[in-house]
């Protein structure tokens, strides 16, 4: 047994060392006769999104960013404009000559396919990457650079970054589908309305105000319906987020959660994990961050630290999740929506302030402000929690809906009216004043309302336009 062990070691060897003498993933001549299409045909250029090095030759890199450059600036990269820009660098004669460049087209098919070289030149590219990828995992287990799960965690890194690379879209500016040739059979709530499929949903709040609570309900409805659904926690301890399934009544492995307590740093929401999470799920996941502070790399007051979580998290959108980011208010009045850098705000679809109404700390009614919308949202809703159970209040619901359209009516009649006076006029509609005030200051604040200078220290209001 042993001895048959051995031979199959060493033929699996053998083929190893065959193949590793093998030349690389190439087609030269198709890289030629893309070089020489865009030579002969320069408008053709946006149908061919390849960069430098997805060439195998050298000297096929350098002609190509001849052409590119000569496009950057501004001129038509045919031959002459191109073979003038190699002269000037001095690299005509190390990318073969005149009659190198004049010859790129030799053997050229008459049906010029464009799509289907590129798509070749580019699928042998990605194999190339693929054989320096394993070639430079090999060499680090061979002198120990670093342990087995570091560079088992780098690799996974790097082949999420070669798989993203190797999706490239061919599109280009000239051949965009229109908008309307996109599938839109309209927005579809995975909880009406505060969770549209495909958006990027935040959940703020002061401790204890209920987010988790509420995000988690919304999980669990969710993950009934058969949708997957994944918490990414870099806050709590199993034993609080337990608890909370258990309050909740979610059933066993309806959602799924990565914790810090598997002792494996928890993913980033676009990580190459998370994302073939989302590329393999059917129908599209619904991921939910706790919390955002956690996941910012740097200073949540900082612009470049907050973009770069929150594109992250587009990202993921765009790759077909539904995300809910849970994040923590302030004490001051800038902060009052959600704390660090405006970004966070910029780049939600929906956000909502969330405030336990209870004196004592237990959750019973749990208040959810709507401080963005792009779905059309401009009301408040209630939610009541009982014996781990968050139900919406539809009447209290309907009754602040109905309010705000009639605050929203009657600043429409009455434009440019100071604070005192639409007071005045919301009394008359049976509507409080503090109702009245808030429909204002919320309005200014989500940029709905549009408030100027009036006589002395008033200020008028008008309705902005949607």
């Not at 958006?199 to 988690?216: F, N, P, R, V, Y």
């Not at 058969?226 to 806050?235: T, V, W």
């Not at 209040?393 to 006076?421: C, M, Q, Y």
Request: proline content about 4%.
């Amino acid at each position: 047994m042993r001895t048959r062990g051995l031979k199959i070691v060493n033929h699996k060897r053998r083929s190893m060392l065959d193949a590793m003498e093998r030349p690389l993933p190439a087609s030269v001549d198709l890289e030629r006769y893309v070089l020489g299409a865009i030579l002969i045909e320069p408008n053709r250029l946006e149908e061919v999104p390849l960069e430098a090095d997805d060439f195998s030759c050298e000297n096929h890199r350098r002609i190509w960013k001849a052409i590119c450059d000569c496009a950057n600036d501004g001129y038509q990269p045919d031959r002459a404009t191109v073979m003038k820009r190699l002269e000037e660098q001095g690299e005509l004669q190390s990318c073969g000559g005149i009659s190198y460049l004049v010859s790129l087209e030799d053997g050229m098919p008459k049906g010029i396919n464009l799509a289907g070289w590129v798509r070749k030149i580019r699928e042998n590219a990605n194999l190339r990457r693929i054989i320096y990828f394993g070639q430079s995992l090999m060499e680090r287990a061979f002198l120990r650079d670093g342990t087995a799960s570091d560079i088992l965690t780098d690799a996974a890194e790097r082949a999420g970054d070669l798989n993203r690379n190797g999706d490239r879209s061919l599109l280009t500016i000239a051949n965009l589908p229109s908008i309307y040739d996109l599938n839109f059979e309209g927005i579809k709530y995975l909880e009406t309305p505060v969770v549209p499929e495909g958006a990027l949903i935040a959940l703020t709040g002061d401790a204890e105000s209920g987010k988790s609570t509420i995000a988690t309900s919304w999980l669990r409805n969710i993950a009934l319906t058969g949708r997957p659904c994944l918490i990414l926690d870099r806050d709590n301890p199993w034993q609080v987020v337990r608890d909370r399934f258990v309050r909740l009544n979610v059933p066993r492995d309806a959602i799924k959660v990565f914790g810090g307590w598997l002792l494996e740093t928890v993913p980033q929401p676009n990580s190459p994990l998370v994302l073939d999470f989302v590329k393999r799920s059917n129908p599209k996941p619904v991921v939910m961050v706790d919390s955002a502070s956690s996941f910012i790399e740097g200073d949540e007051n900082d612009a470049e630290a907050m973009l770069a979580l929150m594109r992250g998290c587009r990202e993921t959108t765009d790759a077909g999740a539904t995300l809910m980011v849970l994040h923590n208010t302030g004490k001051g009045e800038h902060t009052r929506d959600y704390r660090g850098h405006s970004i966070f705000r910029d780049k939600i679809d929906q956000g909502f302030v969330v405030k336990n109404l209870e004196t004592d700390r237990r959750l019973g009614k749990i208040l959810l402000r709507c401080f963005k919308s792009r779905f059309g949202l401009t009301q408040n809703l209630l939610y009541r929690y009982n014996d781990g159970v968050c139900i919406r209040d539809d009447e209290w619901f309907e009754a602040s809906r109905t309010g705000a359209e009639k605050l929203t009516s009657l600043l429409r009649e009455n434009p440019g009216v100071n604070k005192r006076a639409f007071e005045m006029h919301a009394h008359g509609a049976g509507i409080g004043l503090d109702a009245a005030r808030d429909f204002l200051r919320e309005g200014i604040r989500n940029k709905q309302i549009r408030q100027e200078p009036g006589p002395g220290k008033s200020h008028r209001h008008f309705l902005e336009a949607n």
